[in-house]
C-alpha cells in the first residue's frame, strides 16, 4: 500500500493539533511516511511542532515529522499540502473585524468588508504559497480551506489557469447537514447533496438519498415546518452562553429557513440576507476575534503547551490509547464522517475529500469550480461552490441548472463585488477597489467606502499591496 507525504500549510494555526490526531487515527486508510508543518510565524508554530512531535512519536510508528519555516524544506517530496493559513495573522483580523464597526457596518472575517480586507491580503499570500509548492512538487494536490476562500478561488483560478489538482473547499454546507439531517434520521455519508453558489452564501436546493434516489429535502423542510417550536427550543438547549456564537447563529438560520421554506441555505447566508440582525451579534468592543483569542486559542496552546513540557503522553492525563483505538475500528466500520459528526467538521470534510481522491472513489464533495454552465444563467466565470465527484485525476462538476431570480440576484451582486476586488488587487487599482468596495451588500455606500477603506490602508500598512 503506498504510504503519503503531507504538509499542513499554517503549521501554526489551532486547528492543526486536529488535524495531527486525526493522521493519527487515519493509519489505516491514510497511510503515510512523512508529515510536515509549514509557517511563517516560527514561534507560533512551535507550540503546535514539539505537541506534534509528542503526538506521532507515541503515536504513529515509523512516521517521519518536522516543522519549518523553509519552504523547500517543506514542499520536496509532497503528495497532498493541505493550507490553512491566515495572512496577516490574528492581530490583522482583530482589525477587519473592528474597523467596519465604527462606520455602522457588520464586522466579520469572510463576509461584507472585513472579508474584502482579509482577501486583499490572502490573494498575493496564496498565490506565492502555489508557486512554492508547484516547484518543489508540480503533482501534489493542493487543497486550501483558508478564508476568504471566494475571494481566493477567483484570483487562483487565473492565476493558475488549468490546475486541476488545485482545491477550495470549505466545511459549512457540511456543518449545515450535520444540523440538519438528524432531524430526519439521516447524516451525511446517507445522500448526495446537490448545492450551488459563492463560498459562504449557497443553497442545498436537492438531498438525494444515495439508496433510494428519492430527494429528502421536501421531507427535512416539511419537518421542520411541522415541529418548528420543537426545533427551536432544542436548538436553544444547546447555547453554552452570550458567546456562543455557532449556537446563536443556527437559531437565526432555523428562522431564515421559515422565512423562505424551499430550500436549505448556508449559515452565512444571514450576514446578507438579515443584515441588521447580524450586525447585533457584536460590538466594536467585542467580535468574533475576541471569542477566539480568549476561548480556541488560550484552549489549544495551553493544551499543546501541557503535553510538550511533559513530553509524553501515554500514561498521563492527556493519554489516546484508548481513544485512538476506538476511533481508528470506529472509522473502519462507520466511516470519517460518522465519527466526526458531532465535533470536528473541519477536520472530517477535508479527509473524506482526500480518501475519495487517493481511492478514486468519485464521492461527492462541495467545492469551488468555474461555472461553465453548471448554473446557465449565472456568470460563465463564477467560482461557484457546488457538487463535484472528487477522483484521482480530477474533480468532476455535476450540472444544477438554472437559479432562481432571488438567489441570481444576490450572487451576481456579490461576485461583481469578488470580482472586481481581484481586479483590484491584479491591477494595482484603486478605482477598482473602491468599486469592490462599495459594490458589496453589506456596505453599500461609496462615502463609507471611502473612510473605511483608508482606515484598513493604515491598518494593514505593507500587508497590503500598493494601490493608486
Known sequence: ????????????????????????????????????????DAERQEIVGKFGEV?????????EFSY??????????????????????????NADEKIPYQYGRIGQETCGPGGLAYGIRSVPAMIQLVKDIRRYSPDAWIINYANPAAIVAEATKRAFPGDTRLVNICDMPPDVLNHYLPLIGKKRSDIWPVYFGLNHFGWFTRLLDRKTGEDVLPELLDHIMSNYDEIHAQFKSRIRGPEDHWGITFLDHLEMIRDFPYSLPNSYNLYYVYPDRTYAHYTPEHTRYDEVIAGREHDVFTWCNAISELGHMKGTEYDLTDKIAAKRASIRDLGVE???ADNDVHAAYLVELVLSIVNNAMEPALVMTEN??????????????ATCLAGAQELMPLQVGEVPAFEKGLLENQYACEKLLVDAIFEHSDLKLLQAFTENRLVRDADVAKKIIADFKVAN???WPEFA
Open 1 to 40: 500500500m503506498k504510504r503519503y507525504s503531507v504538509v499542513i500549510c499554517g503549521g501554526g494555526s489551532t486547528y492543526t493539533p486536529d488535524m495531527i490526531e486525526l493522521l493519527c487515527l487515519l493509519q489505516d486508510s491514510f497511510p503515510l511516511r512523512k508529515v510536515k508543518l509549514y509557517d511563517i
Open 55 to 63: 503526538m506521532f512519536r507515541e503515536y504513529y510508528e515509523g512516521l
Open 68 to 93: 519549518t519555516t523553509d519552504p523547500a524544506e517543506a514542499f520536496e517530496d509532497i503528495d497532498f499540502a493541505l493550507v490553512q493559513i491566515r495572512a496577516g495573522g490574528m492581530g490583522l483580523r
Open 338 to 340: 460518522t465519527v466526526y
Open 372 to 385: 461553465k454552465g453548471i448554473c446557465p444563467n449565472l456568470d460563465p466565470g463564477m467560482m461557484l461552490e
Open 461 to 463: 500598512g505593507s500587508e
